[in-house]
């Protein structure tokens, strides 16, 4: 069974800066692709970011320039450093990973960014 735990989240003025991060319990060797997801009471999950095995990254259109995705995969583990937060990217936010072609996600963080 795969399990990913995210941490990082929190509270935060408008802004700030907060660094989530996506510890995996399987070789990261074995995932070909993770992500980054959030979601608003009412909405649909969202992608946020996106990284491929092979290092391509993927971001969308609202959190290009401030949000950046990494994977350390000595430890298993993928970041998200959220930088000039804003009210608008309150959310949980939900780790993804992908393995052939099963998808597995996490328990999902709360962001909150206050004005």
């Known amino acids: 069974q795969v399990q990913l735990v995210e941490s990082g989240g929190g509270l935060v003025q408008a802004g700030g800066s907060l660094r989530l991060s996506c510890a995996a319990s399987i070789s990261s060797f074995s995932i070909s692709a993770m992500g980054w997801y959030r979601q608003t009471p009412g909405t649909q999950r969202e992608l946020v970011s996106s990284?491929?095995?092979?290092?391509?990254?993927n971001y969308a259109d609202s959190v290009k320039g401030r949000f950046t995705i990494s994977r350390d995969r000595a430890k298993n583990t993928m970041y998200l450093q959220m930088n000039n937060l804003q009210p608008g990217d309150t959310a949980v936010y939900y780790c993804?990973?992908?393995?052939?072609?099963?998808?597995?996600w996490g328990q999902g963080t709360q962001v909150t960014v206050s004005s």
């Open positions: 990284i491929t095995s092979g290092g391509s990254t």
């Open positions: 993804s990973a992908r393995i052939l072609s099963n998808s597995y």
